[in-house]
C-alpha cells in the first residue's frame, strides 16, 4: 500500500466518524427542541444533513435555510399561516428571478425552492 491511499482511507474514516456524531447530535438536539419551534428544529436538521451530504459550510447553510422552511410551514395557528403565505410568495418571486436571470427551468426550480424557504421563515417570524 502506498502511503496516499492509507491517506484516502483514514480521511474516509475521519468523515464516517464525523457524520455519525453529526447524527447523533441531530437527533438529540430535535428531542430536545421538540418543546421548541418546529423551525428551528427544521434548521437544525437541515442543516446537519447539508453538512453530512458533502456539501461543507455551504451544504449546512442551504440545508439550513431549506430546513427552517419546511418546518415553518408545519407550524400550527397564525404563524403557520403567515409561513404558508410567505412561502407562496418567496417562491414566487424566486422562480421569476431564476428565470429572468438566465438560469432557464433550473434557476427558477433553484429560485423557487429557496425563495419559498426563505419567505416561509421570514413569515413565520413576522406573526
Known amino acids: 500500500m502506498s502511503y496516499g491511499i492509507m491517506k484516502e482511507e483514514k480521511m474516509r474514516f475521519v468523515k464516517i466518524i464525523f457524520a455519525g ?13 421538540d418543546a421548541s419551534s418546529r423551525t428551528g ?14 456539501g461543507g459550510v455551504k451544504g449546512a447553510v442551504k440545508g439550513g435555510l431549506i430546513g427552517a422552511g419546511a418546518g415553518a410551514v408545519t407550524e400550527k395557528g397564525k404563524k403557520g399561516k403567515a409561513a404558508r403565505k410567505g412561502g407562496a410568495v418567496g417562491a414566487a418571486g424566486g422562480a421569476a428571478i431564476g428565470l429572468i436571470s438566465g438560469g432557464g427551468v433550473k434557476g427558477a426550480v433553484k429560485g423557487g425552492l429557496y425563495g419559498g424557504a426563505a419567505g416561509a421563515t421570514i413569515g413565520s417570524v413576522t406573526k
Open 21 to 33: 456524531a453529526v447524527t447523533i447530535g441531530i437527533l438529540l438536539g430535535s428531542i430536545a427542541a
Open 41 to 54: 428544529t427544521g434548521a437544525l436538521v437541515g442543516a446537519g444533513v447539508g453538512a453530512i451530504a458533502g
